[in-house]
């Protein structure tokens, strides 16, 4: 793949699969790791003439515990896509939860920022989310494929509870939800985020 990219960058072509035509191509290339490029070159990882190519700009981004002063922003921006993504009402953070926030040491960067507040999201009530709702992990877990094994087989799970509490309700929402010990904002985000409408 490092060769197909490299030449793409540096012949400005590329070939899609099953063509047997060239097209060229005129793009500018952003991305980004969490891996030491320079030390996997030297490792003999990655092609040292592609780390180059695409190394023009280097931009550092510390971890998020090294930006403190980044959290209530980026918490607001998650808070507000999750509302609009699932077209409820706004939810706030108190204070009290911003400072819990900002005292944790965040091992899974901002994926782990979004994690817990989808998961304050759904425990908080009156649309704010109150220091006791945001649930923080101890130790810092490395994520492996049994790991997502498991979110697969827990949200199978959550559809069914959820679908079954419908069925029950003559899916009247607001029944479903008090049946299953939610609010309502909590069970439509559920739906939005599990694919059920």
């Given at each position: 793949?490092?060769?197909?990219?490299?030449?793409?960058?540096?012949?400005?072509?590329?070939?899609?699969?099953?063509?047997?035509?060239?097209?060229?191509?005129?793009?500018?290339?952003?991305?980004?790791?969490?891996?030491?490029?320079?030390?996997?070159?030297?490792?003999?990882?990655?092609?040292?003439?592609?780390?180059?190519?695409?190394?023009?700009?280097?931009?550092?981004?510390?971890?998020l515990?090294?930006?403190v002063?980044?959290?209530?922003?980026?918490?607001?921006?998650?808070?507000?896509?999750?509302?609009?993504?699932?077209?409820?009402?706004?939810?706030?953070l108190?204070?009290?939860a911003?400072?819990?926030?900002?005292?944790y040491?965040?091992?899974?960067?901002?994926?782990?920022?979004?994690?817990?507040?989808?998961?304050?999201?759904?425990?908080?009530?009156?649309?704010?989310?109150?220091?006791?709702?945001?649930?923080?992990?101890?130790?810092?877990?490395?994520?492996?494929?049994?790991?997502?094994?498991?979110?697969?087989?827990?949200?199978?799970?959550?559809?069914?509870?959820?679908?079954?509490?419908?069925?029950?309700t003559?899916?009247?929402?607001?029944?479903?939800?008090?049946?299953?010990?939610?609010?309502?904002?909590?069970?439509?985000?559920r739906?939005?985020?599990?694919?059920?409408?």
């Open positions: 793949m490092q060769v197909k990219l490299l030449r793409a960058i540096q012949e400005k072509v590329i070939r899609p699969v099953g063509s047997q035509n060239e097209f060229r191509v005129d793009v500018r290339i952003l991305s980004a790791t969490n891996f030491d490029l320079s030390e996997q070159v030297n490792q003999g990882l990655f092609r040292q003439d592609l780390f180059y190519r695409i190394n023009v700009i280097e931009i550092k981004i510390p971890p515990r090294d930006r002063d980044d959290i209530p922003l980026l918490t607001h921006h998650i808070l507000e896509k999750m509302s609009f993504d699932s077209h409820a009402e706004n939810v706030k108190s204070k009290d911003e400072k819990k926030l900002q005292t040491h965040f091992p899974g960067n901002v994926r782990e920022l979004e994690n817990i507040l989808e998961r304050a999201v759904t425990l908080c009530t009156n649309n704010q989310i109150d220091a006791q709702d945001i649930l923080l992990s101890e130790v810092p877990i490395e994520r492996t494929d049994s790991d997502l094994a498991l979110d697969s087989m827990l949200d199978d799970i959550e559809k069914k509870k959820i679908i079954e509490a419908l069925e029950k003559k899916w009247n929402k607001t029944a479903a939800a008090k049946l299953l010990g939610i609010s309502f904002r909590a069970l439509r985000y739906l939005e985020k599990l694919g059920l409408h």
